[in-house]
């Protein structure tokens, strides 16, 4: 079960909430358009609202806390100086006079725990190519960072996966996959993530992508940008009228508990 976080030690997992005023979508938004075909849309839009810091004794508890947060929560795997804390853009914290503690969701105000931290792996297949099941999934990054082999990981479909009509039928099965480890030191996340990142293109899991300007980009399977402390994590996506979102039971490959 997690908790507010008084005394933060060791042994325990830091992170933080993130919820939005007035229950306003945090997470991505999914409809059926008039052709009957799924519209997503990202909002991810924190103007005004609140973070506190929680802790979770395990991978399992962190997951738990993931599966369920809904559409106007996220999740960020840094913290903040503060237990709790009003969030502000920061546009609107220019002109804050009030008196309760304030931050933005910006690097100079959130960091990565003392002690231990969740790393996620968040898997897109390549273009034109399916999605891995959650066990190959962890068969190819336990096969391209031999690091990985002896460390427990935790697989959730992505924000905007498992889509279903009310009636039962699939509309989106797994479009992507989110990998959690437990990483021992939370402050070497970017360095252990850049080196599954690099093993990934060695073993032949990197393409290039063509950017917007036509530039041609580096990608692996796993994106490289998700390791920053103040980085908003989704659990579930607000689904608009006539659908719902079902995800299977979360996929957990053991090992020790800590990289």
């Not at 479909?157 to 989106?172: A, F, K, M, N, Q």
Request: aromatic letters at 6%.
């Amino acid at each position: 079960m997690t908790k507010e976080s008084q005394n933060p030690s060791d042994s325990v997992i830091a992170l933080s909430i993130f919820e939005n005023d007035g229950h306003a979508t945090l997470s991505k938004r999914l409809v059926l358009n008039d052709a009957g075909k799924l519209d997503k849309f990202a909002v991810a839009n924190l103007v005004h609202g609140r973070v506190r810091r929680v802790e979770c004794a395990s991978l399992r508890e962190v997951c738990s806390l993931m599966r369920n947060l809904p559409p106007h929560k996220a999740a960020a795997f840094g913290v903040c100086d503060h237990t709790e804390a009003l969030v502000l853009s920061q546009r609107r914290a220019v002109d804050y006079n009030g008196s309760e503690i304030m931050v933005t969701r910006t690097r100079g105000n959130f960091h990565w725990p003392d002690g231990p931290g969740v790393i996620l792996f968040d898997y897109d297949p390549p273009p034109n190519t399916s999605a891995l099941d959650a066990e190959n999934l962890v068969k190819v990054l336990r096969q391209a960072a031999p690091e990985l082999r002896w460390v427990e990981l935790a697989v959730k479909p992505s924000t905007s996966s498992c889509i279903y009509r009310e009636d039962g039928t699939e509309l989106r099965g797994v479009r992507g996959q989110h990998v959690f480890a437990i990483v021992k030191n939370a402050h070497e996340i970017p360095e252990i993530g850049q080196i599954v990142a690099d093993r990934l293109w060695l073993a032949g899991h990197g393409y290039i992508a063509i950017g917007g300007s036509g530039n041609l980009l580096e990608r692996t399977i796993t994106d490289t940008s998700v390791w920053q402390p103040e980085r908003l994590i989704f659990g579930s996506a607000e689904c608009g009228h006539g659908i719902m979102q079902r995800f299977p039971e979360l996929y957990i490959s053991p090992g020790m508990e800590m990289i």
